[in-house]
């Protein structure tokens, strides 16, 4: 996208408040690979989604430093709805603890520090809404490992499955994370249990509603 319509979009959205905005500035800082915080665009699409779709539980798979958690607490109906997030990434862990502890909607957010493989086993219930934004090369054990977590009606929100325009250089050696993305992409494509799309935003987004038949 050209950076002047960027700019003009993000001047005709919603702002993201200064709890966002101080995170994303901090991970710019302190942290190494800062793009994969989901940002003030992608942020605001994440409420968005979860306005429309009314969960009650969300679970996200890579929490990074937090700000799409943050985005999709902001999205739930009240209180009594949750996020259950899962960074692997232990060092990352009071970070996200301490910038969760600035926005009023800490209380809606639980972290689980470990790998998704290992942590879902020790969230009890099923999903409304799951985000997976985590290891590429896993997307497809991801996919299949919250499946059945994932209500009949549900949706699963799956990021970076454009993985900067790399998913159509044909016939250049492909690194493991564009494989995995581009065996995920293959997998749901195919896959006659769910309706899919996906968003050309920033780095795509796939957008999967799990059919209840």
């Given at each position: 996208m050209q950076e002047e319509l960027e700019e003009y979009i993000l001047s005709h959205i919603d702002a993201e408040g200064k709890v966002l905005s101080d995170l994303n500035r901090a991970t710019h800082l302190y942290h190494l690979r800062p793009r994969m915080c989901s940002g003030h665009l992608q942020g605001r699409m994440l409420k968005m989604f979860v306005r429309m779709i009314r969960p009650q539980r969300i679970l996200e798979l890579g929490t990074f430093t937090g700000y799409s958690a943050l985005c999709l607490a902001e999205g739930l109906a009240d209180d009594s709805c949750e996020v259950h997030t899962i960074e692997i990434d232990d060092e990352l862990e009071d970070f996200i603890k301490s910038h969760f502890a600035l926005s009023p909607l800490?209380?809606?957010?639980?972290?689980?520090?470990?790998?998704?493989?290992?942590?879902?086993?020790?969230?009890?219930?099923?999903?409304?809404?799951?985000?997976?934004?985590?290891?590429?090369?896993?997307?497809?054990?991801?996919?299949?490992?919250?499946?059945?977590?994932?209500?009949?009606?549900?949706?699963?929100?799956?990021?970076?499955?454009?993985?900067?325009?790399?998913?159509?250089?044909?016939?250049?050696?492909?690194?493991?994370?564009?494989?995995?993305?581009?065996?995920?992409?293959?997998?749901?494509?195919?896959?006659?249990?769910?309706?899919?799309?996906?968003?050309?935003?920033?780095?795509?987004?796939?957008i999967i509603h799990k059919k209840c038949d």
């Amino acid at each position: 996208m050209q950076e002047e319509l960027e700019e003009y979009i993000l001047s005709h959205i919603d702002a993201e408040g200064k709890v966002l905005s101080d995170l994303n500035r901090a991970t710019h800082l302190y942290h190494l690979r800062p793009r994969m915080c989901s940002g003030h665009l992608q942020g605001r699409m994440l409420k968005m989604f979860v306005r429309m779709i009314r969960p009650q539980r969300i679970l996200e798979l890579g929490t990074f430093t937090g700000y799409s958690a943050l985005c999709l607490a902001e999205g739930l109906a009240d209180d009594s709805c949750e996020v259950h997030t899962i960074e692997i990434d232990d060092e990352l862990e009071d970070f996200i603890k301490s910038h969760f502890a600035l926005s009023p909607l800490a209380n809606r957010i639980t972290l689980h520090i470990g790998d998704a493989r290992e942590v879902l086993a020790t969230i009890n219930g099923d999903f409304d809404l799951v985000f997976i934004d985590a290891n590429k090369r896993e997307y497809c054990e991801y996919y299949n490992l919250v499946f059945d977590r994932v209500r009949p009606g549900g949706f699963i929100i799956a990021d970076n499955t454009l993985w900067d325009g790399k998913v159509v250089e044909w016939g250049k050696k492909l690194d493991a994370q564009t494989a995995g993305i581009l065996q995920f992409n293959d997998m749901v494509a195919t896959d006659e249990r769910v309706e899919k799309v996906i968003v050309p935003i920033r780095d795509g987004l796939t957008i999967i509603h799990k059919k209840c038949d």
